[in-house]
């Protein structure tokens, strides 16, 4: 892509907007002029139409004048008496005889009681403060005259230098004033009929620029009723016309991720470069390095892209905000970035700027950051490219663009990149983009103009949630072979095979005529459509890019051409949407191959179709039958299933019966409790029991809007697109994560955690717990103390949900010896809310989560661990219920259905059973406290590693019961009226051995399925 620099823009009363992308031969001698000045009036003449006043105050002038007035003076002593101011005036503004009446320029008044006027077709209406005289003289000129030069002797301002490959499509009108302007004006100006049916979008206005000689864009919008373009000014353009912007030039970038892989051959197009990616850091400074495998100096031009994100699932808004909010900060870090492309030998063209997720407030600063860096790139011609977001279009038809003021991004940048959205529909004619598109090219040049769009395949899991994907990954939920008859199958027995997603879930191909693209759709059993895998080949990706050659832009920047999972032809498409030639071929067509075995023995091979059966006529003898389903050469599901022999029937022996164990893990990754060794009490240990409770202003509490409605979340490891794609395809509100704290921890460190997930659309839920030897070591007192102001502070960030500890009941998480809460952790909790509700109050307090266990014995307690039903009864008399909104319990020991209530392996004991744990916490306080099960799962070794010794009770629990009882056990919760908020533990933790097995329990798998995603989905649906 190559973009015409734009130079600094200065204020001035000849223009409203920066130089645009063309410019006409410069007026020659500097600015134009009026070829001959108004005329002054005595002021003793009777009132006449006001006329503009010559310029006054320059030197010659007035030597010129005193010139005169000494040679009158001299001849008035030689001739007749005459008067001599008459013969003053006549030298300086010319004689009567010298000016025809026609030749006065009339000024058009504008006032509180005619706002509105009409000159020529052109309509001005003034808005604001009218008290003060204000006038207008129009001039108009055809398009003919105009190129022709006809222009008045009086009044106008224009210089005849028409851009190339520009049409006028409107009068060319001059604009002299004056008086007091008022605080803006409307110009509406009319086109010729002509172009009145305008239908391409390629009408824009545009205003004279004195300083630089040439037309400059003019932000304007059309009118409702067709053939007028309205534009808002402040200040009046000395000149003003419509034209027919000149047709897209068909430019092209490429980006280059740290992950791609360099090819030459996508920039075989005369392409730019944009390799990524550079960082902000919170000093202003560049962190990163930028991906390898190109060059400068060669026949593309490179853009290093600095950005503030390194998946785009994870932004990083918290870095940017506090650079713009400090004017220092805001400076250094644009001398930072002009320092890296202007270094010597660097060989850039320049730079890339995409600061995603801007938050609205920061809108002022950032133009100012474009302003401040386009100030130090332009002079030393190095442009400036910047990326913003699709906007918003509400009700009222007007657009939310947020932090990005497009016209000030306009303005001072060269190139203005709209990431253009994921989804493929929104590129068909009449479109989401088209609409964008459409009003974008009244805010910004469209030269200027860039659509960004990226070369991957598309996951859309319905209701706007899309993600990108490798293209064979369409094919991967492609994974359950099934046979319409049951097992054993009959000699000669006809079977019909088709192939889908588990859970009766099947999968059509076809080529959406709405998008040009080919979509795989997985259907659930119901007929409801789950998900739509777009995959993008080249004539889809080409159907694309003709949306911005419709528009006329300035070019296109497609991403991801060089990433793992991008068909080929990529390079092919862009080399013709280039050169303007079609697509040969680049059609993706999915070949499904059925292989049919006897054993080892290949039997037929067949060529099939997505989403149509294959039917398999068994052959006598056959012993078994499988089918092995491959989808363009890789195997993606197979199903064997036993032939009957009449003489011998095959049978399929019963599985051995998993031996009985007990774990009383709170969670699976944590050891069984044992009997810790004593910690001594300290001093202060005694007095935490006898001090009083803290109380909190009830007005606080008033303020809350937590509300009680049942909600449902999950625990990431990492935030990143696996996991933030696994919540939000599922409909999860909120994420959880655990935050290690210390007695020297800042929250203003968990800022951008807060934000990365926010910025995605979920509530925060952060479970805070401290290290036990701190605990145990300090000062109770004080450390509770500290802890508290710490909880608070991630309360004043925003955070939408806080977990006070967890694992209380064990000498594992909380110092042996003291695991009665009335004698610690009650106190910690209590400053703990009141420190949460004075920083924000609609953040929820989650009571530490207990682990279902029994086994402290009989008795219920030791100095090492609490049973879960006592533990929860000496909370609730130790006055929990006054500083906390729920109470927290985990259920990660199931091995059973949901609704079960006996039935597992290790017996009756209500520990390992939904709904008794969940009627232990909630009896335990009378049912006045909701509760909140912040971490639920269910233990599934299916497709990881073997589990160890004592997780024998989870072995035969498949993924697909792990699906089921996930999604049973939210419909229990939401329908019991119990539960405030479900956790499901976890998403992506990936471990197992002997020290956990958290990554048994992950509902996103090793291979990448998420068979529980999918289940979830249609619940939430």
């Known amino acids: 892509m190559s973009v015409t620099p734009n130079p600094d823009w200065q204020n001035n009363s000849d223009n409203q907007q920066a130089p645009g992308q063309f410019s006409g031969q410069a007026a020659k001698g500097g600015p134009s002029v009026p070829k001959t000045f108004p005329q002054f009036q005595p002021t003793s003449e009777p009132e006449q139409p006001r006329r503009q006043q010559g310029d006054g105050g320059c030197l010659l002038p007035v030597l010129g004048i005193g010139t005169v007035v000494l040679s009158l003076i001299v ?18 503004n010319g004689s009567e005889d010298d000016t025809a009446a026609g030749d006065e320029l ?5 006032s509180a009681t005619t706002p509105r006027i009409e000159s020529e077709g052109l309509t001005i209406t003034a ?27 009086q009044g106008w301002t224009c210089e005849t230098a028409l851009p190339v490959g520009f049409a006028l499509a409107s009068n060319v009108y001059s604009l002299m004033q004056n008086g007091t302007l008022p605080r803006d004006l409307m110009l509406e100006v009319p086109v010729l009929p002509e172009f009145g049916g305008d239908d391409n979008g390629s009408l824009a206005l545009y205003s004279w620029n004195a300083d630089r000689g040439e037309w400059s864009f003019l932000p304007a919008q059309p009118a409702e009723t067709a053939g007028t373009l309205i534009a808002r000014v402040t200040v009046l353009p000395r000149c003003v016309a419509a034209f027919r912007e000149a047709a897209s030039v068909r430019q092209v970038g490429v980006t280059l991720a740290t992950s791609d892989t360099f090819a030459a051959d996508m920039l075989a197009a005369n392409s730019a470069l944009y390799p990524g990616a550079l960082h902000p850091t919170a000093d202003g400074a560049l962190s990163g390095v930028l991906a390898p495998g190109f060059e400068t100096g060669q026949a593309y031009d490179v853009f290093p892209v600095v950005q503030n994100f390194g998946d785009p699932a994870v932004i990083d808004v918290a870095t940017v905000r506090r650079i713009l909010q400090s004017a220092s900060l805001r400076k250094t870090h644009a001398r930072q970035i002009a320092a890296f492309v202007l270094r010597e030998d660097a060989g850039y063209a320049g730079v890339l700027v995409d600061y995603r997720a801007l938050p609205s407030d920061l809108r002022d600063q950032f133009s100012v950051f474009v302003r401040e860096l386009s100030g130090l790139l332009q002079p030393a011609d190095r442009r400036l490219v910047v990326a913003v977001p699709m906007p918003e279009q509400e009700s009222s038809g007007s657009w939310l663009t947020g932090a990005y003021d497009w016209r000030a991004l306009g303005r001072y940048a060269d190139a203005v990149v709209i990431n253009g959205p994921l989804d493929p529909l929104a590129y068909a004619p009449g479109g989401a983009v088209d609409a964008v598109l459409d009003w974008a090219a009244g805010d910004v040049s469209r030269g200027k103009l860039v659509l960004s769009l990226s070369a991957l395949s598309v996951e859309d899991a319905g209701q706007g949630i899309a993600a990108l994907m490798a293209a064979d990954e369409a094919v991967s939920f492609l994974t359950d072979v099934q046979f319409d008859a049951a097992e054993p199958l009959e000699p000669g027995q006809t079977v019909t095979v088709t192939i889908g997603a588990p859970g009766g879930i099947t999968a059509a191909f076809e080529r959406d005529d709405a998008a040009n693209t080919p979509a795989l759709r997985y259907v659930g059993p119901d007929d409801q459509l789950l998900r739509t895998m777009w995959i993008t080949d080249p004539l889809a990706l080409r159907y694309r890019l003709e949306r911005a050659t419709a528009h006329g832009l300035g070019g296109v920047l497609v991403r991801e051409t060089m990433a793992a999972g991008v068909l080929p032809g990529v390079d092919t498409a862009l080399l013709a949407y280039w050169l303007d030639q079609p697509v040969e071929g680049g059609t993706y067509d999915p070949v499904l191959e059925w292989i049919v075995k006897d054993e080892a023995v290949v039997l037929v091979q067949e060529i099939g179709q997505l989403g149509q059966p294959f039917v398999v006529q068994l052959a006598d003898g056959q012993k078994t039958l499988t089918v092995d389903a491959v989808i363009d050469g890789v195997l993606v599901g197979s199903r064997t299933a036993a032939v009957a022999v009449p003489e011998e029937p095959e049978t399929t022996p019963a599985p051995e019966e998993s031996a009985p164990a007990e774990s009383e893990s709170a969670l699976a990754d944590e050891a069984a409790p044992a009997e810790a060794e004593s910690t001594p009490e300290p001093a202060t240990a005694a007095d935490i029991a006898a001090l009083p409770l803290p109380t909190l202003d009830p007005a606080i509490l008033a303020q809350s809007t937590i509300g009680d409605e049942f909600e449902v979340g999950a625990q990431v490891n990492q935030i990143n697109a696996t996991s933030i794609r696994a919540v939000g395809r599922t409909h999860l509100a909120w994420v959880k994560v655990d935050v290690a704290y210390t007695p020297d921890s800042d ?28 605990l145990a070591n300090a000062d109770r007192v004080a450390y509770f103390t500290e802890y508290a102001a710490y909880v608070g502070g991630l309360a004043a960030m925003g955070a939408d949900g806080i977990e006070i500890w967890q694992d209380m009941n064990s000498a594992t998480a909380w110092p042996s010896g003291e695991l009665d809460p009335a004698a610690g952790y009650v106190r910690l909790l209590a400053l703990s809310f009141n420190a949460i509700k004075v920083a924000n109050p609609n953040t929820m307090v989650i009571t530490g989560g207990i682990g279902p266990t029994n086994g402290a014995g009989d008795t219920g307690q030791s100095d ?44 009756e004991t209500p520990i390992y059973y939904l709904g008794p744990v969940i009627d232990r916490a909630a009896n335990a306080f009378g049912g ?9 799962g269910y233990l599934s070794p299916e497709g990881v590693a073997p589990l160890p010794a004592g997780f024998e009770w989870a072995q035969n629990t498949t993924l697909d019961l792990h699906a089921q009882w996930l999604t049973g056990a939210v419909e229990q919760s939401r329908d019991g009226g119990r539960v405030r908020l479900l956790v499901i533990w976890n998403v992506d933790f990936a471990t197992v051995d002997d020290t956990t097995v958290a990554g048994a329990y992950a509902i996103v798998r090793p291979d990448g399925a998420c068979p529980a995603c999918d289940r979830l989905t249609l619940l939430f649906e």
């Open 864 to 907: 090492a661990l609490w049973n879960d039903d006592v533990y929860l009864t000496a909370l609730a008399a130790a006055g929990a219920a006054d500083y906390a909104d729920c109470i927290g319990v985990r259920y990660i020991n199931g091995a059973t259905a949901p609704d079960a209530v006996s039935g597992d392996s290790r017996g």
């Open 747 to 774: 929250p203003a460190d968990q800022q951008s955690l807060l934000d990365d997930i926010q910025a995605n659309g979920f509530k925060a839920l952060l479970t805070v717990t401290g290290s036990l030897d701190d």
């Open 928 to 936: 006045a406290k909701p509760v909140c099960l912040t971490a639920l």
């Open 75 to 92: 001849l008035a002593l030689l001739l007749p008496p005459i008067s001599l101011w008459d013969v003053i005036d006549d030298a300086v």
């Open 106 to 110: 009339v000024f058009l008044d504008v």
């Open 127 to 153: 808005n604001g403060n009218l008290a003060e005289p204000f006038g207008v003289h129009v001039a108009a000129l055809s398009p003919a005259d105009y190129l022709a030069e006809n222009t008045p002797s």
